[in-house]
């Protein structure tokens, strides 16, 4: 139990276009999903948490214009990089937390992010 | 600022020997405390967590928790090759929202 999955697994991009991730909860509801981006031997930086059906909650320094965040329903939030630049590759990791039961987080497998 | 401290490592292990990793915590209020594996270009994987003071075991894992001292610890007995990774230390603040605090991880390493 307890299943997160991301799309794609990895990406390739030309920079200045927009790049969508989707994470889904697979055999759990989750009211809450987050987004992290992790850069080579470097620690997990949260960028925003995610709430299904109101605004996304960015961290300081996390620009929410550039990294869009839809949590349209209880198993699925989707982040848009929007007008990508090399300096956005990186790994992009999403969590999720169940709606019931406790507050642990469970990861995504990552979507590995590269803009040329 | 909420903080968790880790020792970044890396540490350095004989094939099943046992492997303590440590963490801190600078919020007293703090209530769950979890322990996550990250292999190299993966994402994390949970371990275990713990809420209460004491040991909780969980088949080589044993999770350790000391809230008067706002320690949580993670041993790995007969540690194998295959446990060599970066563990995360993640600990929830009671008034943090639902965010998690991670720690910057300390690296494992198992030598065969």
């Known amino acids: 139990g307890a299943v997160v999955s991301q799309h794609p697994s990895w990406v390739i991009c030309k920079s200045g276009t927009s790049v969508k991730i989707e994470c889904r909860s697979l055999?759990?509801?989750?009211?809450?999903m987050f987004w992290y981006r992790q850069f080579p031997k470097q620690s997990l930086m949260l960028m925003a948490t995610?709430?299904?059906?109101?605004?996304?909650?960015?961290e300081q320094g996390v620009e929410k214009d550039k990294f869009l965040i839809n949590h349209a329903s209880l198993t699925l939030s989707t982040l848009t990089v929007t007008s990508a630049h090399p300096e956005d590759s990186s790994f992009y990791i999403c969590?999720?937390?169940?709606?019931?039961?406790?507050?642990?987080?469970?990861f995504g497998p990552g979507t590995r992010l590269t803009v040329l | 600022q909420k903080e968790v401290e880790q020792n970044s490592g890396p540490l350095s292990v004989p094939e099943g020997a046992i492997a303590s990793l440590n963490c801190t915590y600078s919020d007293r209020g703090s209530q769950s405390f979890f322990w996550y594996r990250q292999y190299s270009g993966k994402s994390p994987e949970l371990i275990m967590f713990i809420y209460s003071n004491g040991d909780k075991e969980d088949g080589r894992f044993t999770a350790q928790l000391n809230k008067a001292s706002q320690y949580v610890s993670l041993l790995i007995r007969d540690s194998q090759p295959s446990d060599s990774a970066t563990y995360l230390c993640?600990?929830?603040?009671?008034?943090?929202?639902?965010?998690?605090?991670f720690g910057p991880g300390t690296r494992l390493s198992v030598l065969p």
């Open positions: 993640a600990v929830n603040p009671l008034d943090y929202g639902q965010n998690f605090v």
């Open positions: 969590s999720a937390r169940p709606a019931r039961g406790s507050d642990t987080q469970y």
């Open positions: 055999d759990f509801q989750a009211t809450t």
């Open positions: 995610s709430n299904e059906g109101s605004k996304a909650t960015y």
